[in-house]
C-alpha cells in the first residue's frame, strides 16, 4: 500500500506542476482572456489555454518523492532510484500522442510554389495547422526511447550499490542536451521564448550542473539525502523520545528519592520527641 501510496503522491504533484507550468508560460495571454469571462464564455474558452509542459510534471513528480518521505518519514532513495528509468518510458508515450494530436509541432518546412514541401521525406503534415512541419515528435521519441535503455541498464548494474542518485543524475544530463537540442525544430511558439532560448532549453541547461552534481557527489554527502531520506528524522524522533523518556524516569526517581529522604527526616525528629516524653 505504502508503495501504491508514493505513486498516487507523484502522479497527483506531476500533474499540479504540470499545468502550473503551462499556465505560467502563456499567463500574458490568458490574464488578456479574463474580462470574456462573464461576458462570453465561449470567447473566454478560445482564448484562454489549456496544456501541460513536462518540465512542470518532472519537478512536479520529484517534489512528490521529497513530500511523501518527508510526511511519512519513509526512506524512499531506492524508489527514487529505480523510478527515474521509467519517466522516458512514460514521456515516449507522451510524444507518441502529441504525433497523433499535432501538438508539440516541428518548425513548418518551406514551400514551393507547387505546394510541395522542399524537403522531401523529412516534413510531416500536420492537420491541426495545415502546413508541412519537421516531424520533431517521433525524433524526440526516438531519443526517449534509447534514453530509456541506457537508464534502464545502468540501474540494474547499480542495483547493488547506495548511489541512490546517480540515476537521476544521468537521467537529467542525457535529457537536458536532447530536450536543448530538439527544442531549436520546435514550430510552436506556444511554450514561451525567453531571449535566445525556450523556457524548456533554459531548464535544460540548469539541469546539467544539477545532474553532474548527482553523478560526482556521494550520496551520503549529497543535498537530496535530507530530502529523500525521510527516516532518518523518524529515528532522530525516536531517540529524541527515549531520551524524554529517560529524562523523565530519572526526575521521577529523584522526586521519589526526596520524598522518601523528607519523610524519613520528619519521622527522626518524632522519634526523638516521644523518648523525651517517656525520659
Given at each position: 500500500?505504502?508503495r501504491f501510496l508514493?505513486?498516487?503522491?507523484?502522479?497527483a504533484?506531476?500533474a499540479?506542476?504540470?499545468a502550473?507550468?503551462?499556465?505560467?508560460?502563456?499567463?500574458?495571454?490568458?490574464?488578456?482572456?479574463?474580462p470574456?469571462?462573464f461576458t462570453?464564455f465561449?470567447e473566454?474558452?478560445?482564448?484562454?489555454s489549456?496544456g501541460l509542459?513536462f518540465y512542470g510534471g518532472?519537478?512536479?513528480?520529484f517534489?512528490?518523492f521529497?513530500?511523501?518521505s518527508?510526511?511519512f518519514k519513509?526512506?524512499t532513495?531506492?524508489?527514487?532510484r529505480?523510478?527515474?528509468?521509467?519517466i522516458p518510458?512514460?514521456h515516449?508515450f507522451?510524444?507518441?500522442?502529441?504525433t497523433?494530436?499535432?501538438c508539440?509541432?516541428?518548425?513548418?518546412?518551406?514551400?514551393?510554389d507547387?505546394?510541395?514541401?522542399l524537403i522531401?521525406?523529412?516534413?510531416?503534415y500536420?492537420?491541426?495547422?495545415?502546413?508541412?512541419?519537421?516531424?520533431?515528435?517521433p525524433?524526440?521519441?526516438a531519443?526517449?526511447?534509447?534514453i530509456?535503455?541506457i537508464?534502464?541498464?545502468y540501474?540494474?548494474?547499480?542495483?547493488n550499490k547506495k548511489?541512490?542518485y546517480r540515476t537521476m543524475?544521468l537521467?537529467?544530463?542525457l535529457?537536458?542536451?536532447?530536450r536543448f537540442v530538439?527544442e531549436?525544430f520546435r514550430?510552436?511558439?506556444?511554450?514561451?521564448?525567453?531571449?535566445?532560448?525556450?523556457?524548456?532549453?533554459?531548464?535544460s541547461?540548469?539541469?546539467?550542473?544539477?545532474?553532474i552534481?548527482?553523478?560526482?557527489?556521494p550520496?551520503?554527502?549529497s543535498i537530496?539525502?535530507?530530502?529523500f531520506n525521510?527516516?532518518?528524522?523518524?529515528k532522530?524522533?525516536?531517540?529524541k523520545?527515549a531520551?524524554?523518556?529517560?529524562?523523565?524516569k530519572?526526575?521521577?526517581?529523584?522526586n521519589?528519592d526526596?520524598?522518601e529522604g523528607?519523610?524519613?527526616n520528619?519521622?527522626?525528629?518524632?522519634?526523638?520527641n516521644?523518648?523525651d516524653?517517656?525520659v
Amino acid at each position: 500500500f505504502s508503495r501504491f501510496l508514493f505513486l498516487v503522491y507523484c502522479g497527483a504533484f506531476g500533474a499540479l506542476g504540470a499545468a502550473t507550468l503551462f499556465q505560467l508560460t502563456v499567463l500574458k495571454n490568458n490574464i488578456q482572456a479574463l474580462p470574456y469571462l462573464f461576458t462570453d464564455f465561449q470567447e473566454f474558452l478560445n482564448r484562454f489555454s489549456f496544456g501541460l509542459v513536462f518540465y512542470g510534471g518532472m519537478f512536479g513528480i520529484f517534489v512528490g518523492f521529497m513530500v511523501y518521505s518527508q510526511y511519512f518519514k519513509e526512506d524512499t532513495r531506492d524508489w527514487v532510484r529505480t523510478s527515474v528509468a521509467s519517466i522516458p518510458l512514460f514521456h515516449f508515450f507522451g510524444r507518441l500522442g502529441c504525433t497523433v494530436g499535432g501538438c508539440c509541432f516541428g518548425k513548418v518546412v518551406e514551400f514551393q510554389d507547387t505546394g510541395k514541401p522542399l524537403i522531401k521525406g523529412f516534413s510531416v503534415y500536420n492537420a491541426r495547422i495545415g502546413a508541412y512541419c519537421i516531424p520533431i515528435q517521433p525524433i524526440e521519441a526516438a531519443g526517449l526511447l534509447v534514453i530509456f535503455i541506457i537508464l534502464l541498464v545502468y540501474t540494474i548494474k547499480q542495483k547493488n550499490k547506495k548511489e541512490y542518485y546517480r540515476t537521476m543524475g544521468l537521467y537529467f544530463i542525457l535529457y537536458g542536451i536532447l530536450r536543448f537540442v530538439v527544442e531549436f525544430f520546435r514550430g510552436d511558439l506556444i511554450r514561451g521564448i525567453w531571449g535566445p532560448f525556450s523556457t524548456s532549453q533554459w531548464i535544460s541547461l540548469i539541469l546539467l550542473p544539477i545532474g553532474i552534481y548527482c553523478l560526482a557527489c556521494p550520496a551520503k554527502k549529497s543535498i537530496f539525502e535530507k530530502w529523500f531520506n525521510g527516516a532518518q528524522y523518524r529515528k532522530s524522533d525516536n531517540t529524541k523520545n527515549a531520551t524524554k523518556n529517560e529524562a523523565g524516569k530519572a526526575e521521577a526517581e529523584t522526586n521519589e528519592d526526596g520524598a522518601e529522604g523528607a519523610a524519613k527526616n520528619t519521622k527522626e525528629p518524632a522519634e526523638n520527641n516521644g523518648g523525651d516524653n517517656e525520659v
